[in-house]
């Protein structure tokens, strides 16, 4: 992949003499010749670098480095300035508000070089921090549970991290496909790349084809920039295909193609990309079934399930419950601020026998609504609202509610506690979507939510 690289300048001859040197070192490149432009080219080329002259006529140098500090503050484009001779401090401004670094005319061609090298570099890296970080979440630090079963599972993983092999984890929903995806990630070489997860199911088939493959500029109307895919995204990483078993047999097909010669090209495009990724995918269905009833490719099938593991549902391993159940206890306590809740004996009992039809998931939901919502320290099975038949979660009527015993205050705080776990719940997390669902701006419901947990 070459980096394309925009140089600013309004002197032709220099314009020329750095395109001939970058092209030797194979970069691209684009021109611009005064500010505005640049800014233009900024945002439909989205080159990776910008070499930036100073002294520019109109918009000066300095003024195009303000605004691109203001367009997206979140995701700085490495800009180096280039100064006559002699003019230090003008290259100390631009390093304040923002430039990475500076080059003094006449360019000293090696100099050149490496600040560049060094810039992109410098970017890809902070990329892939950010993408991490926003990635990596606490709930995936460790797998609770050590029954025969499941550390069976666990090891074979960790045989599997090690090798590039495609891995297929195979389980009913909830189990932990997810968990182990992220941990075979961060156990293999790859650790430090990204882990980039694509949801099949979520999305429409052009939409998923655009999210895998990117898009060239002008593939389709408001195309109006070239776009990475994510598989491109996880060059060097590992790609986490959720739920493949719903993903359309013409994408299929093309899935297949880069799994046999990790490459592929953009929607719209003709240009060759070649990545080195791993590949794990996850489905709760029965994907020889799906082979079986034309719904699913074979040859897809085959590469995909070099190890497959299958995790075994909760209700099999019921010596994991207490575990488990302890280790939600712990986060949501902490979550809601409420040290010190335990489980009473019994309500311990009737998790372990309960045959858990979601699995870890709603095991997890049923201790998360528990916290908030018992008004004592200790959890009674009442609070958990099992089903006595198992067939789901028992949705309790209002006039149930435990607290309504409480004093007004207490009941009240609990009430306000207990409506916004609820429609944060139905918005699967999403504050815009409860806030709405209850009629709030999303800034008051923030505060609500930040209150309850300070
Ligand atoms: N062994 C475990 N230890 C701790 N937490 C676990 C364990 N297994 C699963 N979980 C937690 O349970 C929840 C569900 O797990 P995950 O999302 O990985 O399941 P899944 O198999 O991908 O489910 P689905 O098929 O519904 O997508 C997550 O919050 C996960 O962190
Ligand atoms: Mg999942």
Known sequence: MHAKILIVDDDADIVM??????????????????????LEQISHESPQLVLLDLTLPKLSGLDVLKRLSQM???????????????????????MKEGAYDFLTKPLDNEHLLIVIRKALERDSLRRQVAYLRSEVDGRYASIVGNSASVSAVVEAAQRAAKSDASVLLLGESGTGKELFARS????????????IVINCVALTETL?????????????????????????MADGGTVFLDEIGDMSLPLQAKLLRVLQDREFQRVGGT????????????????????????????DLYFRLNVVTLTLPPLRER????????QFFLDRHTRDAKRPGM???????????????????????????RAVVLSPKDTIEPDMLALMADGAGLHQRDDTSLPYLDLPYHESMEHHSRYIIHRAMERADGNQTKAADSLKLQRTYLARLLKQQKD
């Open 17 to 38: 003499m750095l395109e001939d040197r970058l092209h030797a070192s194979g970069y691209d490149t684009i021109t611009a010749s005064e500010g505005q432009h640049a």
């Open 72 to 94: 997206k503050p979140s995701e700085p484009l490495p800009v180096i300035v280039m100064t006559a001779h002699g003019s230090i401090e003008a290259a100390v401004g631009a």
């Open 184 to 195: 075979i990630h961060q156990w293999s070489h790859r650790s430090s790349m990204p882990l």
């Open 208 to 232: 998923l084809e655009n999210e895998l493959f990117g898009h060239e500029r002008g593939a389709f109307t408001g195309a109006d920039r070239q776009q990475k895919g994510k598989l491109e």
């Open 271 to 298: 240009k060759t990309v070649s990545v080195n990724i791993r590949i794990i995918a996850a489905t709760n269905r029965d994907l020889r079934q799906a082979v079986k009833a034309g719904q699913f490719r074979e």
């Open 318 to 325: 019921q010596g994991d419950v207490p575990a488990l159940a």
């Open 342 to 368: 335990t489980l009473s004996p019994s309500a311990l009992d009737a998790l372990v026998r309960y045959p858990w039809p979601g699995n870890i998931r709603e095991l997890d939901n049923v201790i998360a």
